[in-house]
């Protein structure tokens, strides 16, 4: 059976420190990105498709056709490097059943109405609700951007974003 080992938020999705670091540390042995841009944009795909190592198979799909593949995924036994661009993509998993289990953060860009709140993490007013949502659903979120790193509760994300 299908096993999601690590479900990241970054809206960068793979590059260097994801494929290297977080594969390792993951042991994972596919990548499953789910995004409505990239699943429209080939161009794009095969530019996330060569940066994945030899021997990693990736996946591309969007919110509505990643719930069909996740029911057949789960016949396979895969080892799942979850990739999701924003909370809003990873609260529409959750709702979906995919996600369950703990998430990390890595990556949220900056932008109009967004606050930075730690190094490459930037919040906005319906980032924060989201974040609020999950954790009342007792889903372990934190902040992690490197596997050197401790992960840091988002709870002090949210914290520090409320008073800024």
Known sequence: M???VLARVDSRLIHG??????LQQSAANEIVVVSDDLEQDEFLQSIY??????GVK??????DSVKSYW???TAKSSKVLFLVPDLVTLKEMVEAGIVTEGVQVGGLGGGPNRKNVVK?????????????????KEINVYFQA????????IQKLIEKYKSL
């Open 71 to 73: 029911e057949e995924a």
């Open 120 to 136: 490459n993490i930037n919040l906005s007013e319906e980032d924060v609700a989201i974040l609020e949502g999950l954790l009342a």
């Open 49 to 54: 498709l060569m940066a994945a190592p030899p």
């Open 146 to 153: 490197i596997p050197e790193e401790n992960p840091v509760p």
């Open 2 to 4: 299908s096993k999601i």
């Open 58 to 63: 990736v996946i591309i799909k969007g919110t």
């Open 17 to 22: 420190q994801v494929v290297t670091k977080w």
